[in-house]
């Protein structure tokens, strides 16, 4: 009865989106666990070009279902808006299930997002401004709506009233903001909740019954580990669990349901919003990959910030999974670059070291110390078997999967499903 998480190895948009759709095609259940529509994950297939924020990235195959779990948080109106236009491309999204568990992100979510962004000046985190903080701030606190009371809005209607005049001494008191009002929520509440109450289950059920039936299950991750509340590269992190541990919370399974974890890492580096980034090329070459790439947020259209593969953080990544097998995407945008570089270690205070720091502010005194790997110039571009690989972009990837400590499963060489190398089977062991 196994579960294989797919968890962003770095700092978000390792290409989740691509890999999962792929792997959609052996499973019947994707779920997602955690962040809400911060992410944004490409797929492009036969059926379309998607950008899904909240919608799992396995709902392009008809014989997949697709849940949104206890550890997302839900924008109503994104989450409308997305099943609208996914109906409207043609896709079936009567099988999508959304955990009566997951909390909403309301309104003054996102509005206490972006004033507090604006409070922190030149200390911003540099949030997607999409009220994730801030929901998640109430869900710990214990002041969160949850998606099983759209089923109840008259209950919902008792307590927003006490809820709404809280934030509202926050908005005016502390921000200087215009009060919100609480009739205005209400009645989105009221347009929220028949549209979405087809969708909202008790999808613990649905899991486990395909688990007992032996088929696969995909939970998928959004974010990164380095961005991860716990583990990440904190303050500049999301406020929730990308990691391992977050897919056990943010989907109700136990460990004993699982079959392998499985990282995906970039080729090379990004990182969107603020804080530190040992391997950051600020130079043409950073440019470069920037432009060859597309390195824009698919949620913000924020240009990214590009960088080498820093193994450092890849094998930290590892090890606070557990991956078991890793995938390497967007090869190709390294093809023609000369020279290539990992890092393969940093030089932190004079002292050269192999592990990824975690004492606050360490990381951004790392010096990343580079080895030189060969390049190649023939296009990797929709390569799909291993021996039409360029020697040295295959030898780049096995040196990845040495410094990293974990077997490559999968090559990805290009955007669309099927231009992807299998090593091996991430089902199958
Ligand atoms: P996917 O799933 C890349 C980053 C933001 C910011 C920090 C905190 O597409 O990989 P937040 O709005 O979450 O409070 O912002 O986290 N961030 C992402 N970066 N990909 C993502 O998701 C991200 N989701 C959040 O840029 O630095
Ligand atoms: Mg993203």
């Known amino acids: 009865m196994p579960a294989f998480a797919v968890i962003g190895a770095q700092w978000g948009d390792e290409g989740k989106g691509k890999v ?23 797929v492009i297939n036969d059926a379309g070009t998607f950008a899904f924020h909240l919608v799992p990235s396995g709902v392009c195959w008809p014989h997949t279902q697709n849940i949104i779990g206890n550890g997302v948080v839900v924008d109503p109106d994104v989450l409308l808006t997305e099943i609208g236009d996914l109906k409207r ?41 999409r009220g994730i903080g801030p929901a998640y701030i109430d869900k710990v606190a214990r002041t969160g709506f949850r998606m099983g009371e759209l089923l109840n809005p008259e209950e919902m209607a008792v307590r927003l009233p006490e809820i709404v005049k809280h934030k509202n001494e926050i908005l005016t008191k502390i921000y200087g903001a215009p009060p919100i009002d609480a009739g205005a929520i209400l009645s ?30 995909i939970l998928e991750g959004a974010q990164g580990a380095l961005l991860d509340i716990d ?9 929730s669990s990308p990691t391992v541990g977050g897919a056990l919370t943010g989907s109700g ?8 974890v499985t990282g995906v890492f970039k080729a090379y580096c990004t990182r969107v ?38 193994a450092v953080a890849g094998r930290y990544s590892a090890r606070v999974n557990g991956f078991d097998t890793i995938v390497v995407t967007r090869l190709d945008i390294l093809d023609g670059i000369d020279p290539i570089k990992v890092c393969v270690a940093y030089a932190l205070d004079g ?12 990381l951004e005194r790392c010096v990343p110390i580079y080895e030189k790997l060969e390049s190649w110039t ?52």
């Open 378 to 429: 023939k296009s990797t571009y929709g390569v799909t078997r291993e021996k039409d690989l360029p020697a040295a972009a295959l030898a780049y990837v096995r040196r990845i999967e040495e410094l990293v400590g974990v077997p490559v499963s999968m090559i990805s060489t290009g955007p669309r499903r099927h231009e992807t190398l299998v090593l091996r089977d991430i089902f199958g062991k």
């Open 188 to 217: 989105k509440v009221q347009t929220w909740a028949p549209r979405l109450a087809p969708y909202i289950k008790q999808v613990e059920d649905l899991v486990e019954e395909a688990l007992s039936k032996g088929e696969n299950v």
């Open 231 to 239: 583990h990440g590269t904190y303050p500049y992190v999301t406020s």
């Open 273 to 310: 919003g603020g804080g530190p980034f040992p391997t950051e090329l600020t130079g043409e070459v950073g440019e470069h990959i920037r432009t060859k790439a597309k390195e824009f947020g698919a949620t913000t259209g924020r240009p990214r910030r590009t960088g080498w593969f820093d």
């Open 253 to 260: 399974l136990s460990p004993r349901a699982f079959g392998g």
């Open 89 to 129: 491309a043609g896709l079936n999204l009567k099988g999508l299930a959304i955990s009566e568990r997951a909390h909403i992100v309301m309104p003054y979510h996102v509005q206490l997002d972006i004033l507090e962004e604006k409070r922190r000046g030149a200390g911003a985190l540099g949030t997607t401004g």
């Open 351 to 362: 002292h050269r070291i192999d592990r990824f720091p975690l004492e606050g502010g360490s």
């Open 20 to 42: 999962i759709d792929f792997l959609a095609g052996n499973a019947r259940i994707v779920a997602r666990y955690s962040g809400g529509n911060n992410a944004g994950h490409t």
